[in-house]
């Protein structure tokens, strides 16, 4: 893969692995804008969230190369293939990470959770436009192609301006047939969080062990400008995501009470 | 452990391991304010974020029981192990979680990789009064006992009023001496970033492998109203931090882009 001058360079990564159906939909996707950097483990990495792989050496190999793009196999959790990415495979920083489409929503507190979302984040923290893509369905076999359309709308926007520092996007999209889906719509993280139920077993020696389960409550249903009320009404969901963590608007209260 | 009706409940974790330093520091510390159930791993869990087990089993055990405490081992996440507790281990909802004392800080954009400050957004989630102690000192050998008097100082503000829904807080205490502590500033979270430097090396297969190392980038130095200012100046900061990643200065004008 040749890089020209006025090439853009993407690097495209998930966290359902390199055989994961929305993979192969954004990698045709970006092949539009550029050339592509892929870069995933063999085996999926949900639920992994900003975690880096700090005592185990990483390993990385090259899969497959042409004229559009290369593709690498990686050990590393999806911030640890961002990582490296840029750092070591990449002939110059990317101009955008894209990473998903990710097998089911990551919309409201998910986003905390989500490997996708923690590579767009990646990429985000080293000033790169990014950019995560979810599918609020969870199937092997969910048909991703509906959302091609709202991928290359979302991507012209940001090749037109590009978005503030510290600031990517957490885009979801409703799993609807094509002339279900009611358009785009710019929206917030809505509350929430994970009422997580285990499950309780025995193992074949008679010891207990738990398999992490869980069902997301709403806490805000009614609330019309939520991305859980967008995907809900089929509309593909934009939340702007800032890496400043800061609760801003407590920090005045707060040195109140520190005052006391 | 007996749990009495005005027992304050506390789960404790971090993200260092059963046999850090710091855990046993913060445990001593929260014995003072109510009856404790800990939970952590035998290996440290180092820059795991939000990341939860959902391949593998969990397990758990009791280790140690006297009336004031309750040890479990778990083999998850911080962010498994809080969930765990609050699910499966606890006589009740607890009334606060507690995490660390991290060997090492978790200002700046740390929170984002952060086990310890996984586990007090955890705790967040589920609604309870969370905070994440770290001491700016990686030294297995470092001196905790300074901590103590600033623990004692958060969480009694805690103890008088509760923390605001969907907000925890994030503690770094610097690497100072006793008396060269300036006291306590309620602060931000720095921008920066970690520029990665990848150590290369190759196996004894000739293999290629790779080591995350990095190094901190703070892109704000002279700001003074942030956790990386206060910790290089002896204060210790603490920074409200919010689950909640929408970045709402951006949502209108956001809005405007998508309706052009």
Redesign the interface.
């Known amino acids: 893969m040749v890089i020209e001058k006025d090439d853009k360079l993407i690097l495209l990564t998930n966290d359902d692995g390199l055989y994961a159906g929305g993979l192969k939909t954004l990698l045709e996707v970006m092949e539009e804008f550029g050339k592509v950097i892929l870069i995933s483990t063999i085996e ?1 990495m ?10 185990t ?4 190999k090259l899969l497959e190369e042409n004229y559009r793009h290369k593709i690498y196999a990686c050990n590393g ?1 999806p ?2 293939s961002v ?2 990415a ?3 495979l990449a002939e110059r920083i990317p101009d955008w990470v894209v990473s998903g489409i990710n097998h089911g929503s990551n919309a409201s ?1 998910s ?3 989500s490997g996708t979302m ?1 590579a767009a ?1 990646e990429g985000c ?3 790169i436009n990014s950019v995560g893509f979810s599918l609020n369905n969870f199937s092997p076999t969910a048909d991703f192609s509906i959302c091609k359309k709202y991928i290359r709308i979302v991507m012209k ?1 940001i090749a037109l ?1 590009p978005l ?1 520092g ?2 990517c996007l957490n885009v979801n999209i409703p799993a609807a047939k094509k002339n279900e889906i009611q358009g ?1 719509k ?4 809505s ?1 929430g ?2 009422r ?3 499950e ?2 025995k ?1 074949p020696m008679g ?6 389960t869980g069902v997301f409550q709403n806490h805000e249903p009614e609330a019309t400008d939520t991305d859980e009320w967008a995907i809900a009404h089929n509309f593909v969901s ?11 608007s ?2 005045d209260k ?2 109140v ?2 005052k006391k």
């Not at 010891?207 to 992490?212: A, C, D, E, V």
Request: with cysteine; hydrophobic share 40%; charged share 25%.
């Open positions: 999926s949900s639920g992994m969230s900003q975690a880096l792989t700090v005592k050496p990483l390993r990385v959790t911030a640890d990582k490296l840029i750092n070591q507190v986003v905390l959770y923690a984040i923290l080293y000033g926007k301006e503030p510290g600031i785009i710019v929206c917030r993280q509350k969080n994970w997580e139920e285990f309780k077993r193992d010891k207990t062990y738990y398999w992490l934009v939340v702007p995501v800032t890496v400043d963590m800061t609760a801003h407590y920090i707060l040195k009470r520190f």
